[in-house]
């Protein structure tokens, strides 16, 4: 596996860990400002939804297993509880995630990775509250999109985007009268 891969594989498990750990530590807390719940560890979950398309780019799809039950392991020396739900949404959402990334993948990167990040969001969301007994109010479930959705996979596509057209530089474009 090259380095990138590898680099890619251990961010993503310590993502998925990170979010269990956090959220077993602190639980769920208020999103300053806004009237939305969100787990503590949800930034880290979006964060884990959107290495998985890292990982499948940068090594097979099958390495996506891999980090998902590494990430159990982990998870559940903290807490068995979370472990479970945890590991359950990753495997649905992931599953779900693939299905979209996979295909859309042929039209860009930022494309597939935005569209799979969101439906991998919604049903993380859902199946996770549900199963480590958090509540399923429009609250916590859209402070949970806005956490995965927006901050964690929107926001830095959008950077990526803009990173790789600063990088690019100006598109040069003929003059209608030249």
């Known amino acids: 596996m090259p380095r990138r891969g590898i ?7 310590a993502a998925i860990f990170a979010a269990n750990w956090l959220t077993s530590r602190f639980g769920q807390v208020h999103l300053p400002g806004m009237a939305l ?3 503590a560890g949800t930034y880290a979950a979006g964060a884990a939804l959107l290495l998985r398309d890292v990982v499948q780019e940068a090594c097979r799809a ?3 297993w891999v980090g998902i039950a590494a990430g159990a392991l982990l998870t559940a020396l ?3 509880s979370l472990a479970f739900a945890s590991t359950a949404a990753f495997v649905v959402a992931e599953a779900l ?5 996979t295909p859309l993948r042929k039209h860009g990167w930022a494309r ?5 990040g969101c439906v991998g969001a919604v049903v993380d969301t859902v199946v996770f509250l549900h199963l480590a007994h958090f509540p399923l109010t429009w609250s916590s479930v859209a402070g949970q999109l806005v956490g995965k959705a927006f901050w964690a996979t ?6 990526f985007v803009v990173v790789r057209q600063v990088r690019r530089g100006p598109v040069l474009r003929d003059s209608v009268n030249a």
Do not use: N
Not at 7 to 13: C, F
Not at 97 to 101: F, G, L, N, R
Not at 112 to 116: G, P
Not at 154 to 159: D, G, K, R
């Open 7 to 13: 680099a890619a594989l251990a961010a993503y498990i």
């Open 62 to 64: 099958w390495w996506v």
């Open 37 to 39: 719940e969100v787990t």
């Open 78 to 80: 903290t807490s068995p």
């Open 154 to 159: 929107a926001l830095p596509v959008a950077v």
């Open 112 to 116: 597939a990775a935005l569209a799979s």
């Open 97 to 101: 995630d693939m299905a979209v990334y």
